[in-house]
């Protein structure tokens, strides 16, 4: 008897694509196309990932791709979804692949209008933290006391990530949800309930990136379980704003395992990691809150 085999065979992301080793992103976007299917249009803009696919006319996935500039990625698949309905076409759906310079800050103007118009288009963010492709500079999605070029160690991010899951939670979309590279099975699932919702989906990921976390590669799956066993990334679906799902509820691991694999964090001294380890107590225990547990 053949073995089942939890995931479609089919490959969308072709070899020679131009991704760094380990990048989650790659990762990431294999398993989201193997979740949606062919019958998809694919919005990338400016990030690491128009850089991976490559450049017109020339490109590693095998649906079409729109490469659109860095704050535009919901207000173009607002008006390709559009357009694909004003020629009939009902079927195909459209993906806003978008990092996190261009979804928590370049982006978020669009963003913000498109989940309010409840647009229908799957959104997701792959999240690594820093603006990578243009040098590893912060965004408002890196992590408080985090090294990167423009927060070097003599003064680092002083700031809390920005909490994009309750900010779209706000807008009452359809279906928000939280994935991690790390858990494909969880991944896969999140993103074919997304295909079967209509109206606006977010699908926040925590995209490992071995170049700017200063990560060896080998280790990228690692870290971004450890991620989620720390509670730094926790994985859970909010519906309609208001309704949390936890999806893991880990038995916890103390954040200095996720952090000390990786060298942008190698100068936190004591003290700071346990500024770390209760900030993401508060947050679990708020998260658990809404979950209703």
Not at 261 to 267: A, I, P
Request: aromatic share 10%.
């Amino acid at each position: 008897m053949k073995e089942k085999r939890p995931f479609p065979d089919e490959e969308y992301l072709m070899s020679g694509h131009l991704a760094c080793s380990g990048c989650g992103a790659s990762i990431g976007i294999r398993y989201a196309l193997k979740a949606l299917g062919e019958e998809i249009v694919v919005i990338v803009p400016a990030s690491c990932f128009s850089v991976i696919v490559g450049v017109f006319p020339y490109h590693s996935l095998k649906v079409p791709v729109y490469h659109v500039a860095f704050e535009t990625a919901a207000s173009t698949a607002t008006g390709v979804k559009a357009g694909l309905e004003m020629t009939g076409d009902s079927t195909t759906m459209v993906l806003a692949w978008a990092g996190d310079g261009g979804t928590f800050d370049i982006g978020l103007q669009a963003l913000s209008g498109a989940a309010e118009r409840n647009d229908d288009f799957i959104y997701v963010c792959y999240d690594n933290e820093a603006y990578m492709n243009t040098g590893i500079q912060r965004s408002s999605a890196t992590p408080l006391l985090t090294w990167t070029t423009t927060t070097p160690l003599q003064q680092t991010k002083e700031e809390a990530k920005k909490n994009i899951m309750e900010i779209m939670a706000a807008h009452r979309i359809p279906y928000a949800a939280t994935a991690s590279v790390a858990y494909p099975e969880d991944f896969f699932n999140k993103m074919k309930k997304a295909k079967g919702i209509r109206g606006f989906r977010f699908i926040h990921i925590l995209s490992t990136c071995p170049t700017g976390w200063r990560l060896p590669t080998q280790l990228s799956i690692k870290a971004a379980r450890l991620a989620v066993l720390t509670r730094i990334f926790p994985l859970y679906e909010i519906e309609d704003g208001e309704q949390y799902t936890l999806n893991l509820k880990p038995d916890p691991r103390p954040v200095k395992e996720y952090l000390k694999l990786q060298g942008r964090f190698s100068h936190l001294a004591d003290s700071e990691i346990e500024i770390i380890q209760e900030n993401v107590e508060r947050a679990w225990e708020r998260l658990l809150k809404k979950v209703g547990i």
